[in-house]
């Protein structure tokens, strides 16, 4: 059976810019191509999850414009449950604007537009179904009244937390004590632990400052340079998996929709983190955020393949989470 997974958070329509190399504060580029994808934090790990084998729940809300119908019929196709996003008669749909280099390295500028009007109302009319998910996935592209509702309901109701700190803002012990995973990038856990993270060992203190704070297990993401966990269990390292990176966008969303997919469905933490890496680097592979998630087909095709030989002289692995 399916794991049952409500994702509460943002939707955005992404304008891309591909160029050789991002542009600097006053500079100019040209010689760049443009696509638009469906994007946003909460969408893409809602996709995620359904793509990765999960029945998914989804709260948002979109504007009244011809970006949100592309949006919710977006989520359709992917068989998302759309009872729970609202239309707003006043705000546009969510807008990123991203830059994409040649390396796959981004950087992102989001007007949040109808994500901003997300509210506490419109998570409690999904009650129900956060306490009959298997796993809440949520982040912080959205209001925290919002965000404080969504785990809250779900702590009393005994529902598993995934909170993904992204982007990164002060998190009270209150909240973190409701958090049951907690998955910052570097940069995120770096923000909210006050530790520089430039080594995995950095990571790992950066974590346990976190679980002092409250959160009960903490995955700090690392690139190409795979994930720390460290929880009751003591400190796991999960190696990334080697692919050429194309577009790292919507890759640590992928993590997440996939990792809330694996936890829901029984997997032991070490292996969901795994799961989670696999589809994180699928999806570097190809350009784009919710074009580039991978079906839960292809993840277990990369979980089963033998590794492929480093080239001469190197070590290193590429697929950012």
């Known amino acids: 059976m399916k794991p049952r997974v409500v994702v509460v958070g943002s939707s955005n329509t992404d304008l891309i810019l591909r160029l050789d190399q991002i542009p600097r504060p006053g500079e100019t580029r040209l010689g760049g191509t443009y696509f638009s994808a469906p994007g946003g934090k909460g969408a893409n790990q809602a ?27 977006a989520f359709q196709r992917d068989r998302l449950d759309v009872r729970f996003v609202r239309r707003d008669r006043r705000a546009p749909s969510g807008v990123a604007l991203i830059f994409v280099s040649r390396k796959g390295e981004n950087s992102i500028g989001v007007a ?6 997300l509210s506490p109302a419109d998570v409690r009319r999904a009650a129900r179904a956060i306490a009959e998910a298997d796993a809440l996935l949520v982040q912080l592209e959205i209001p925290r009244p919002a965000v404080e509702t969504a785990v809250t309901l779900a702590a009393r109701a005994g529902t598993p937390v995934l909170l993904n700190p992204a982007p990164a803002a002060p998190l009270s012990p209150p909240l973190l004590r409701q958090v049951g995973i907690l998955t910052p990038n570097e940069s995120e856990a770096a923000q909210l632990s006050g530790v520089e993270v430039r080594t995995a060992r950095d990571a790992v203190r950066a974590a346990q400052i976190l679980r002092r704070q409250g959160a009960k297990t903490v995955i700090v993401t690392r690139g190409a340079r795979g994930a720390v966990v460290v929880s009751d269990a003591g400190v796991t390292r999960v190696p990334a998996f080697r692919v050429r990176p194309v577009d790292t966008t919507a890759a640590g969303d992928v993590f997440n929709g996939a990792l809330a997919v694996a936890l829901g469905g029984g997997r032991a933490l070490p292996d969901a983190v795994r799961f989670a890496a696999a589809a994180a680097a699928l999806s570097v592979t190809r350009p784009g955020a919710q074009p580039s998630v991978p079906r839960r087909a292809a993840i277990h095709r990369l979980l089963a393949a033998p590794p492929p030989p480093a080239a001469p002289g190197t070590t290193g692995r590429a697929g950012r989470t």
């Open 47 to 73: 996709v995620a999850a359904a793509r990765a084998g999960g029945r998914v729940t989804f709260v948002t809300r979109l504007g009244r414009d011809a970006l949100g119908d592309a949006a919710l019929a």
């Open 112 to 117: 949040p537009g109808a994500n901003a009007a």
